[in-house]
């Protein structure tokens, strides 16, 4: 009676970890679906008219944040490195 019970509860644990696992893929995939940019014939066309597609995207990148960003990363101090480390 007991093994019987470990296997069923073990069944319904593989049940439930393949349905969780299955939910999961689903919602990864909607949420990428939703933020992948899609390019239909009226858009090929555009560029091929204009050379450039315009969407009503906003900009995913901030420029003058990346700037701000880098001109710190180079402005940073860097410290020798301790002796007794390296070569020598």
Do not use: N
């Not at 696992?21 to 858009?43: C, F, M, Q, S």
């Not at 420029?63 to 180079?74: C, K, S, V």
């Amino acid at each position: 009676m007991l093994a019987f019970m470990l296997a069923l509860l073990s069944a319904f644990l593989v049940g439930l970890m393949v349905a969780s696992g299955i939910h999961l893929r689903v919602r990864i995939r909607r949420r990428l679906a939703r933020t992948r940019p899609i390019v239909d014939d009226d858009a090929i066309r555009a560029i091929i008219e204009r050379g450039v597609l315009t969407t009503d995207d906003e900009d995913p990148l901030d420029y003058d944040e990346i700037d701000e960003e880098e001109r710190r990363f180079w402005s940073e101090r860097w410290d020798d490195p301790d002796e007794g480390y390296g070569p020598g």
